[in-house]
């Protein structure tokens, strides 16, 4: 990172701290972020490991034929991507892959939205019929409007949270797996 954005102690306030920034709070910041994106892929990768043909309906109704081979690669690319990109391994090319995946994660979601209501009519007057199944704050926020503004907070999160970590793994695959990483290790990267 420091030979991307290199340091200049002049426009520091504290020009002493020139040092400290490009060899620990730097690499230290980008080594953090690196492990929490690939922490994160390895967590939502882990049960797609242990049912690799689940997603498979899935992965066919976003175009991606046939589902039994491709649920296991989006299993492995997120689960193993992820401890590549954690430890700085074949780091931008992992990245990409995995920021790829990501963005058509972000595209289903726009076009295949939650729906307008989080509730049928016969499950908020059943809800309704028995309130004791509810806490009040769940009851406000679900008896309403049967959900729909509840589930457009959940829409909006997954939205967020699809470009974020995107975000995060082109972020990475553009800069590489930085300083502290095996690719730096090793002396080579892509």
């Known amino acids: 990172m420091a030979d991307l954005f290199p340091l200049s102690r002049e426009r520091l306030v504290l020009p002493f701290l020139a040092p400290f920034y490009a060899g620990i709070a730097e690499p230290a910041g980008w080594a953090v972020f690196r492990i929490v994106i690939g922490g994160t892929l390895i967590y939502e990768g882990w049960p797609k490991i242990v049912a690799p043909l689940a997603q498979s309906g899935f992965v066919e109704a976003l175009g991606f034929h046939p589902g039994w081979l491709f649920s296991p690669l989006l299993a492995a690319m997120q689960f193993f991507g992820g401890m590549l990109i954690a430890v700085g391994l ?4 992992i990245a990409l892959a995995n920021a790829v995946m990501l963005l ?20 908020i007057a059943y809800l309704r019929d028995n309130a004791g199944l509810l806490t009040d704050a769940g009851a406000a926020r679900l008896l309403k409007d049967g959900g729909a503004a509840f589930l457009e907070q959940v829409q909006e999160k997954a939205y967020l949270a699809s470009l974020f ?4 793994a082109a972020l990475i695959a553009a800069f590489g797996g930085g300083a502290w990483s095996i690719d730096r290790k090793l002396g080579r990267e892509f």
Do not use: D, K, N, S
């Open 165 to 168: 970590w995107a975000a995060g």
């Open 104 to 123: 058509i994660t972000l595209w289903f979601h726009y076009t295949h939205p939650y729906g307008e209501a989080f509730l049928t009519a016969e499950g």
């Open 90 to 93: 074949l780091t931008r090319p």
